[in-house]
C-alpha cells in the first residue's frame, strides 16, 4: 500500500520471540532483559491470521526476526505456513547463526527464501567478546551449509563499531570474494544500547576495503528488498553491500513496518508509533476491523528517522533492538 508520503510499504519484519542465545553488547545487556510471559507473545496462527491482513494491502514479503527467532519451537512450521498464503512473494530469516546449521534441513523444506546471517568478525575470541558466547565456528560452518542451497540467497550482517578494526571489515568483506555471499555493513543505529556506540561511515569502509581489494563499482540492479545499495569488487563473487542509515538516509524510500513479538505494528525503526494488533486480534474483532487498522497506522508511518536530533516527530521507541528485531 501507499502511505501519506506516497512511498510503496511492501515489506515486513516480523519478531517471532524476544529471546535470544547471544548477547551482543551493543544489543542486549549481559544479564539478558525480562523476557516477555509466553502468553503475551503471538501464536503462530495470530500471525498467520495478521500476515493474511497484511497480504491484502500489498504486503508480500517478510522477513522473520526476533531476539534470535531460531530459539522459537517449529519456526520451520510457521515459514511454510506463511509461504503457502495466497499471494506470498517472499519469506526470508535473519539470525545470528548459532542453531542454523541443525534447521536448515527444515527451513528449506519449508521453502525459506533466504537468509541473513549476523557476523561482526572472523576472528572467534573477538566474536566470543562481542557476542558472550564461544560459538564463533557454529555460525561460519552454518553459513558454508547454507551455501549449499543453491537457491537460498545467503547474506552476511556486519555492523562495523568502535571495537571493530580494520582486518575484521577485511575479513568479513572477503567472505564474499570467493563465494555468492552478499556481505552487508550496517551502520550502528542509535536504539537501545546502540546509542553508546559510535557508527563506521560506508566512506570509511569503503576507504579501507578499496586499499585492500581495489576500485568499488555500485552495481545498478535491485539486489534485495530494502535499503541497501551494493557493489562489486574486482574478481569477486559476491558482492559487497551497505545500510546506511545515518550518513545516507533513505527514508524517502522505506518500504518497511514491522510487527513485534507482542504484536505491535510499528512503522518506523525510531519511533514508538503504530497500534496494538494483539488487543485487536485477541478482542473478538473481525478481520475486516483488524484491516482498517492496519490500514490507517500504515498510512500515517513517520516521513522519516530522526537519528541525527534536528527534527523530532513524536515519542522516540525506548526498547532496544532484540525486541524490535532489527
Ligand atoms: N538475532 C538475530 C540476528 O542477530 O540476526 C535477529 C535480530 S537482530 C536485532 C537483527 C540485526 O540487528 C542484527 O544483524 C544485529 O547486528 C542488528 N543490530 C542490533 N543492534 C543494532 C543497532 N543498534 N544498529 C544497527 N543494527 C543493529
Ligand atoms: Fe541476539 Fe541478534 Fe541482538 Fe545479537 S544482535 S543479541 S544475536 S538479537
Redesign the pocket.
Known amino acids: 500500500m501507499i502511505d501519506r508520503w506516497n512511498r510503496t510499504i511492501d515489506y515486513i519484519r516480523i519478531s517471532v520471540t524476544d529471546r ?1 542465545n547471544l548477547r ?1 553488547i ?2 542486549m545487556p549481559q544479564e539478558g532483559i525480562e523476557a516477555r510471559p509466553h502468553e503475551e507473545i503471538l501464536t503462530y496462527d495470530e500471525i498467520i491470521r495478521l500476515c493474511r491482513c497484511f497480504l491484502k494491502f500489498g504486503i508480500n514479503k517478510i522477513k522473520i ?5 531460531l530459539v522459537r519451537k517449529d519456526i520451520a512450521f510457521l515459514i511454510g505456513q506463511l509461504k503457502a498464503l495466497e499471494g506470498m512473494k517472499e519469506v526470508t530469516l ?3 547463526g548459532m542453531l542454523l546449521e541443525q534447521y536448515l534441513p527444515d527451513l528449506i523444506s519449508s521453502g525459506l527464501d533466504g537468509v ?1 546471517i ?1 557476523l561482526d568478525t572472523l576472528d572467534p575470541l573477538k566474536y566470543q567478546q562481542i557476542t558472550k558466547k564461544d560459538a564463533f565456528m557454529e555460525v561460519y560452518s552454518a553459513i558454508g551449509k547454507a551455501l549449499n542451497y543453491e537457491k537460498l540467497k545467503v547474506k552476511i ?1 556486519c ?1 562495523p563499531f568502535s571495537d571493530t578494526d580494520q582486518k575484521d571489515l577485511i575479513d568479513i568483506a572477503g567472505l564474499a570474494k570467493n563465494s555468492r555471499l552478499v556481505v552487508r555493513f ?4 542509535p ?2 544500547l ?1 546509542k553508546s556506540f559510535t557508527y563506521y561511515s560506508e566512506e570509511a569502509i569503503i576507504a579501507i576495503l578499496e586499499e585492500v581489494y581495489g576500485a568499488f563499482e555500485p552495481v545498478n540492479t535491485v539486489l534485495g528488498n530494502g535499503p541497501a545499495h551494493y557493489y562489486s569488487l574486482p574478481g569477486f563473487k559476491g558482492k559487497v553491500g551497505f545500510i546506511s542509515a545515518l550518513s545516507h538516509k533513505f527514508c524517502n524510500e522505506c518500504n518497511r513496518v514491522r510487527l513485534t513479538s507482542e504484536g505491535y505494528l510499528k512503522t518506523c525503526l525510531h519511533y514508538e508509533q503504530g497500534t496494538d494488533l494483539k488487543a485487536i486480534l485477541r478482542g473478538d474483532r473481525e478481520d475486516s476491523y483488524l484491516e482498517q487498522m492496519i490500514e490507517k497506522t500504515i498510512y500515517e508511518k513517520p516521513v522519516s528517522h530522526n537519528f541525527k536530533g534536528d527534527n523530532p516527530q513524536g515519542a522516540y521507541e525506548l526498547d532496544g ?2 525486541r524490535i ?2
Open positions: 535470544c551482543c551493543y544489543c526476526t526476533g531476539g534470535e527467532p535473519t539470525t545470528n541473513n549476523s550482517n555492523v550496517i551502520e550502528m543505529m536504539i537501545g546502540g533492538m532484540s528485531g532489527g
